[in-house]
């Protein structure tokens, strides 16, 4: 588990909070929001560290070599508590949510003196995975949490934590990571050529997490073949090609985000060229040849419509549970009819 010093690319997120560490001015809870896979949890880990820590250096972060840094790397210490999701009895994944006998068990343990004598820190990751009864639960600790006690509350979807809750909190908001940070270190930890590097990053949309689980998908080799059949300027493509490519795709409901996301970031891809951005601003720089040509021959309320399409597609299938191979079939139609709408009216 590394020290906050070893966050990467959150400076802005963690000056405050550094500086709050060193003049010991810290908050008893902290709330840290933002996308996934950005450096949250880990800067959770390292405050915890840091506060637990028997000789932090003068900066207060931890010094990672004292038995408390050694436990809490290994999630042994006993006054560092963390509550997340559990693994379901049946084997299958993990609970939808945090329960309320986990924030009960939280509180007797509080209820003590801590072990050590000291500092206590409680991590709460997935925050917003508290149903209102949990959550409320957990208010009356936030609300009187003992002096020695830290909470560091962690969530990509802040807004849906109650009020209360929030009012409590300190917010620490992390930013996506930039292109060129997370570009430098996908190419490290998927061993990636620069190229492939420079893709995922711009997929990955600021989320190295993101931008792993990408590196490991089959549809990433696929990327050129799936726009060109996709990318249709005047409407020319065989619906029964389409209608297989659609049935194809909803078999494999784990691959269709990244489907989604080829998508909408080669559209993306064209709005920028139409608005003058130079092919290096593109995720889809090695396509930038076919990009120029859609990007000259659609309009931009037409690229902007088809956006919009795939977006509701989007949302359909990924959070609506509708039929993936239908909702597909339908965002294909509608894409061919839209071109070739385009197209019967630059012929007239
Ligand atoms: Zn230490």
Known sequence: MPPLCDVEGQDR???GLKRALKGQRLHHAYLFAGPDGVGKRLAAQGLAEALLCEHPLDDGDACTQCKACRRVAEQQHPDLHVLERQDRPDGKGLERQIK?????ALQRALSFKSFE???RVVLLLEAEAMNPATANALLKTLE???DDTFFVLVSHAPNRLLPTILSRCQRVRFGPLSRAYVT??????AELTPDAGALLAGLSEGSIGRGLALASSGLLARRAELIAAIDDPHGLRRLDALSELADQLGRDKAELPLF????????????LLQAGRPAEALVHQDLADRARRSAAEVPFSAIDHRLALIQATERDILDGNANARLFLERLFVHL?????AIRAG???
């Open 144 to 146: 009187e949490p003992g």
């Open 346 to 348: 630059s012929a007239r």
């Open 336 to 340: 061919v009819d839209d071109a070739r």
């Open 13 to 15: 997120a963690l000056e």
């Open 260 to 271: 989604f996301l080829l998508l909408r970031t080669w559209y993306r891809d064209l709005l």
């Open 184 to 189: 430098r270190r996908l190419t490290e930890l």
């Open 100 to 104: 309320i006998d986990q924030v009960r």
């Open 117 to 119: 004598g000291g500092r």
